[in-house]
């Protein structure tokens, strides 16, 4: 028992590791350079854009290479040791930039260190994501593990997005990625060197590359799973990139409160997500994760209407308890994916389903592209030079409007999602069947 609580921790602070870069570049690169250093909303918008169709060709790609992987080290560390040091230089040089840029220099030198960080942080969290439903073969193990989990990746936002004004405020935002970056890439090491994958024997099949995209294409549940996942991705990257506006322009409070804001959230998520995790265990997968989905939508309504500190507070902990329900569930339904295709074809191949899922959540950036894009037309909100006459309107839709209509979008998706019925071998171990 002893040992599987620490496989556990193992496995799953892992996540701390992995959450505390991204979340750190997602969060606050729109305030960086465009209210920071004067990026236009729509080149903003354009960068979004491009990585996420960079994303369509990679995605498929690191997820197959490392399905083929055969070393000693196993099939999916080598990619996380390799991985690590290039995500945290990544960091590093897109809050680092030379002092002489601007203009278009700006705009090349921001995509270029938006999407190779981005895209590291692809293959980090393919494999990641590749070894869980590996080293955790049954549904409890599962529901335990992603609890302590998700945990971790709430303590590491508290870290990486709360506490951040702070800590910029005080070290400027180059120092704060470097400890961040050195942070995170030490617990991802950490994980990956004390992960035991299965051994691969040569016997074993190696996935196809055509096979593996066919199989895909045609799998409806892939897609339905991952069209629910990138509109709550869009919502959830609309609401951390967002916040930092509407603390600024529409409730109008100092930036460094955004961290009571950010903090209501997480803390609020933290707590919930042992209540969701019960919840799964206790009742059907499916549902849970449909009423989580539901939850998250509806708490975008209150939001909308604060107008101070306080009732910022009470709203976001409305976001928080959704936020803690999908995050407990989806990646529940991403393992019975990958377990439903094994099953099928008789081919391991979690990197390349994993990635691909990935570069379904990364299809979020088409559509925080498009509130970018909105709030300029819109409100004629071009930056933080010019923020245009209703920045506080413009940064309420962004905040909470938008979102709202990704998560309603993102609920419908779900109710197609159906998985065959199938009774465990022991009866005795409780099924999450949707």
Known sequence: MKSERLKSFNYAIGMFGTSIPINMLKTYAAIFYVDGLGLKTTQFALILFV???????????????????????????????IGTPLLVLGLIAFYSPPAFIAGKSMLAYAMLFYMFTGTVDSVINANYGALFPELFPDDVSRAKTNAMRQAFQLVAMIISIALTPIVTNALGFSLTSIIYGVLGGVVILYMSLTAREKEITDEEEKPKLWDSIKSLVTN???????????????????????????????????DGQSTILFASVLLIAIGCVVLWAWFVRKF???????????????????????????????????????????????????????????????????????????????????????????????????????????PGLASRFLMTVFPMVMMVISLGFSFLLKFANRKPKNSNIPTLEG
């Open 51 to 81: 990585y996420t169709f960079i994303d369509v060709l990679d995605n498929p790609v690191y997820g197959f290479l490392s399905d083929r992987t055969r070393t000693k080290w196993g099939r999916r560390r080598p990619w996380l040791v």
């Open 220 to 254: 409806r549940n892939f897609w339905i799973a991952g069209l629910t996942n990138a509109f709550y991705s869009a919502a959830m990257a609309l609401v951390l990139a967002g916040m930092p506006f509407f603390v600024k322009y529409t409730l109008q409070i100092p």
């Open 284 to 390: 059907r997968l499916i549902p849970i994760w449909r009423i989580a989905l539901a939850s998250l939508a509806v708490a975008f309504i209150p939001l909308f209407f604060a107008n101070s500190l306080m009732t910022a507070i009470i709203s976001s902990a409305l976001v928080g308890f959704g936020f803690a329900g999908v995050i407990t569930t989806m990646d529940l339904i991403g393992a019975k994916i990958m377990d439903e295709d094994t099953r099928k074809h008789n081919v391991r191949r979690e990197g390349i389903i994993s990635n691909a899922l990935g570069f379904m959540n990364r299809l979020s950036g088409l559509f925080t592209s498009l509130a970018f894009l909105l709030i300029s037309v819109l409100f004629g909100f071009e930056s933080g030079d010019n923020p245009g006459a209703q």
